[in-house]
């Protein structure tokens, strides 16, 4: 699953830039926090990956590009969304109950439809639908509320609606754009207007920067500071700035990357963006390991929901989120707040470590009952689901530490053992 982070695009904040990976201290909380949501919602909803009764291929908010929807089209989605089962007290509660502890939404995709209520453009959700509510006002209160941080993602440079915005090939001639004006005149003033009229933003989330000049990164990157100091900025801003690396999508690296901070952004099935026939979920015991996976190797997991054009959350999210927090509920001492563990690159198990203790995270349980680590200095083990009532043994045998546990894996996604001395 995944490649290398050197063979992923990433990037690696620039010393100086700020006091460097792993030394920020406006990271400490998104440190400590490990799992988010993200929200990828707008008028490609309503579409949900079909157009003109053809199947169109790829995750659901590109549906524009792929089938090359004009303008002219496109835009009648926005007169067709009434999106009346959205309800964000809704969305926080699950993302709690799920043991994410911060929300990402689409400010504004890569198909330029601003889901919220902007100022520069009548190409929103206010101004331009029959429902006229603007859901970022009321998932930032529900984020208040419920003390869930909430991040935005912005499409500072893909803008397939604005005719100085970048990739829209069917519509627009490249060579009579000017990107220049589009940066200054309209994605500043929009970045300006999601940083100032929503309270705290924890993160914004920029996203394919294609073909923003160094420049250009480096005055967005101050006016966030200039406007919220303490919003982090994630490694899609471009031209290598930014707070923390952000792996290609889905890409989980091979191994542990301590020395700098990051992040994978995820789907539960294969699409961003609603699609109506995408029913490719994966299971709960597959996105329990990816988290354990991701956080062993020292990143953070930014899990994808999509919901539909009413506005409901697709059942299959909500169900696996919730059993995410249900094993959450037991097991995240060896989650929340840890380190990678000292144990790494050992296929059937992942480590994570806190304080004095570490947590061996088991994936494929031996029929034997024998988990067999290198050789640790630890006396105790012990089940960190307190349900489980066997009992567990620690043997040094040469250059193996040896955990003599029942022939049974007591939890059917991962099983947490406790090592301490
Ligand atoms: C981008 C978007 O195009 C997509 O719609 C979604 O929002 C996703 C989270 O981000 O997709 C990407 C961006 C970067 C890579 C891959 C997909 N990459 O670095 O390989």
Same mark, same amino acid.
């Given at each position: 699953m995944g490649e290398s982070m050197t063979e992923v695009e990433y990037f690696?904040?620039?010393?100086?830039?700020?006091?460097?990976?792993?030394?920020?201290?406006?990271?400490?909380?998104?440190?400590?926090?490990?799992?988010?949501?993200?929200?990828?919602?707008?008028?490609?909803?309503?579409?949900a990956g079909v157009w003109k009764g053809e199947h169109i291929p790829g995750i659901g908010e590109w549906i524009m590009l792929r089938a090359e929807i004009p303008i002219a089209e496109y835009e009648q989605l926005a007169?067709?969304?009434?999106?009346?089962?959205?309800?964000?007290?809704?969305?926080v509660k699950l993302a709690k109950r799920a043991g994410q502890k911060y929300i990402v939404l689409t400010s504004k995709h890569?198909?330029?439809?601003?889901?919220?209520?902007?100022?520069?453009?009548?190409?929103?959700?206010?101004?331009?639908?029959?429902?006229?509510?603007?859901?970022?006002?009321?998932?930032?209160?529900?984020?208040? =509320?419920? #003390?869930? *941080? &909430? $991040?935005?993602y912005y499409s500072q440079t893909?803008?397939?609606?604005? @005719?100085?915005?970048?990739?829209?090939t069917w519509d627009f001639k490249e060579e009579e754009q000017d990107f220049?004006?589009?940066?200054?005149?309209?994605?500043?003033?929009?970045v300006r207007e999601i940083l100032s009229n929503y309270g705290p933003i924890a993160i914004i989330w920029f996203d394919t920067p294609r073909i923003i000049a160094r420049h250009q990164s480096q005055e967005l990157l101050e006016l966030v500071h200039e406007l919220q100091p303490d919003c982090l900025v994630c490694g =899609?801003? #471009?031209? *290598? &700035? $930014?707070?923390?690396?952000?792996?290609?999508?889905?890409?989980?690296? @091979?191994?542990?990357?301590?020395?700098?901070?990051?992040?994978?952004?995820?789907?539960?099935?294969?699409?961003?963006?609603?699609?109506?026939?995408?029913?490719?979920?994966?299971?709960?015991?597959?996105?329990?390991?990816?988290?354990?996976?991701?956080?062993?190797?020292?990143?953070n997991y930014l899990l994808n929901i999509g919901p539909d054009a009413e506005?409901?959350?697709?059942?299959?999210?909500?169900?696996?989120?919730?059993?995410?927090?249900?094993?959450?509920d037991a097991h995240g001492e060896a989650i929340y707040g840890t380190a990678p563990g000292p144990i790494q690159g050992v296929d059937w198990c992942r480590m994570t470590r806190k304080d004095d203790a570490a947590y061996l995270h088991v994936f494929y349980w031996p029929a034997s009952g024998r988990l067999v680590l290198p050789k640790m200095d630890v006396s105790a083990a012990d089940w960190l689901d307190a349900s489980v009532d066997a009992s567990l043994a620690v043997n040094h045998e040469g250059d193996s530490t040896v955990i003599l546990g029942p022939a049974a894996a007591p939890n059917e996604h991962v099983t947490v053992i406790k090592l301490s001395k």
């Open positions: 690696k904040p620039e010393r100086g830039q700020r006091p460097g990976a792993n030394q920020d201290p406006r990271l400490n909380w998104w440190r400590e926090a490990k799992f988010g949501m993200f929200i990828h919602w707008g008028v490609y909803a309503i579409p007169g067709q969304f009434n999106p009346v089962k959205y309800d964000a007290d809704e969305i890569h198909d330029g439809f601003c889901m919220y209520g902007s100022a520069e453009t009548d190409y929103n959700i206010v101004d331009a639908t029959p429902y006229g509510v603007d859901i970022l006002k009321d998932l930032a209160e529900a984020c208040a =509320r419920e #003390g869930i *941080k &909430l $991040g935005l893909q803008d397939w609606h604005h @005719p100085d915005g970048y990739g829209n220049a004006d589009y940066i200054e005149n309209y994605v500043k003033p929009q =899609r801003l #471009g031209n *290598k &700035l $930014g707070d923390y690396a952000t792996a290609q999508d889905n890409a989980i690296p @091979p191994a542990l990357q301590a020395e700098i901070d990051w992040e994978t952004p995820a789907t539960i099935n294969d699409t961003w963006g609603f699609k109506t026939h995408d029913y490719n979920w994966k299971s709960t015991t597959q996105l329990i390991r990816n988290l354990v996976d991701i956080i062993s190797k020292g990143g506005g409901a959350i697709p059942q299959p999210s909500v169900e696996r989120l919730e059993a995410m927090g249900a094993w959450l």
